[in-house]
């Protein structure tokens, strides 16, 4: 992460305009994709790249790809153009559009999904993405203390599913990880 250190730091300062996570957020998640050795990641929420950029160079030490979901054309051109500058454009699929729609289209295998966009639609993101995600693979939600009135149908799913093991982590906003057991 050294090699990332500046153009982090650099963003940081933008965390509260771009809602970006925070710094141990972002170390969070590339723990958990070096520890499970991550191939495939799914990021719904990509905004100006701060959190891509940690899952990026996981992914990088891994050998991964990472498919990222931004609805706003200008933010995911900011996140492409920080990307170029990381060096990590090259595993990094930025796609444009609504992520309900652009979920659907993913038809890779997923070790880890980032839920970081719509709060009121976590729900339904992982509905549709769950099938693509491998036994033993983990879905990351982002903001689950601080925005949970949001997603109430999203935490009733992942504490009630027999096939998700869920705990809440009071780290930041909040995130819930869940793991996906054999089906």
């Known amino acids: 992460m050294e090699k990332y250190k500046s153009l982090l730091k650099r963003l940081e300062k933008t965390a509260k305009q771009y809602t970006n996570i925070a710094p141990e957020n972002g170390q969070f998640l590339s723990i958990l994709i070096g520890a499970i050795k991550a191939q ?31 609805f706003d054309p200008t933010r995911a051109a900011e996140a492409e153009t920080h990307l170029q500058e990381a060096g990590l454009d090259r595993i990094v699929e930025v796609r444009v559009g609504n992520a309900l729609d652009e979920i659907a289209k993913c038809d890779a295998t997923f070790d880890l999904v980032f839920l970081d966009a719509e709060k009121n639609e976590y729900r339904r993101y992982l509905e549709l993405v769950l099938p693509n995600i491998r036994s033993g693979g983990l879905i990351v939600a982002d903001d ?3 925005m949970r009135d949001e997603m109430p149908d999203y935490i009733e799913y992942v504490f009630n599913t027999p096939t998700l093991h869920s705990v809440d982590i009071p780290l930041d906003d909040g995130v819930i990880l869940s793991y996906k057991t054999e089906v």
């Open 144 to 146: 689950t203390l601080t």
């Open 40 to 70: 495939n990641v799914l990021e719904v929420g990509t905004s100006n790249g701060y959190s891509t950029i940690w899952i990026a160079a996981a992914l990088k030490e891994t050998g991964g790809r990472l498919i990222t979901l931004e």
